[in-house]
């Protein structure tokens, strides 16, 4: 299933693609005509704006809380908790692939690739990312949000 999320739910977009979830939010497209963009790309359109999601029909899905975390439950409470993290860029929502540390020189900072076997990057705009401490916050937020056990069988250990 993929998503488009209007302009209130920017930081819960880019938490969802960290959970490996299709989710956009064109920044340059008034909410107005985000139900546009849903329709043609066939995504559903998560949004605070109470009309916009009356307006989407079958096509909308409200969502009430403010806090990021409220959000991120809102939304496994309707759609399930999403399976493939660390699988797409929070930067432009691409596809990450593994890479070889080695072929990563002069891409991520000096170091990284010797302390971590595992370099991921974003086949669409090339932005590296790899295990490290802000990853670690990040998992354990995530499991922090577990919903009724349903993370249990996550796989965390990065893309395939
Ligand atoms: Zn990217």
Known sequence: MRFVCDRMLGRLCRWLRMMGVDAIYPQEVPDAELLGTASSEGRMLL??????????????????????????????GRFGAPGDWFTRCT????PLSGDEPAGCSGAVPEGIEHRHAEIWSCRSCGQRYWPGTQYASILKRLEGLRVGGCYGEVACDGPR
């Open 47 to 76: 949004s605070r704006d109470r009309a916009l999601v009356d307006g989407a029909g079958d096509l909308g899905f409200y969502i009430e809380a403010l806090d990021l975390d409220g959000q991120v439950l809102e939304f496994m």
């Open 91 to 94: 930067a432009c929502n691409g």
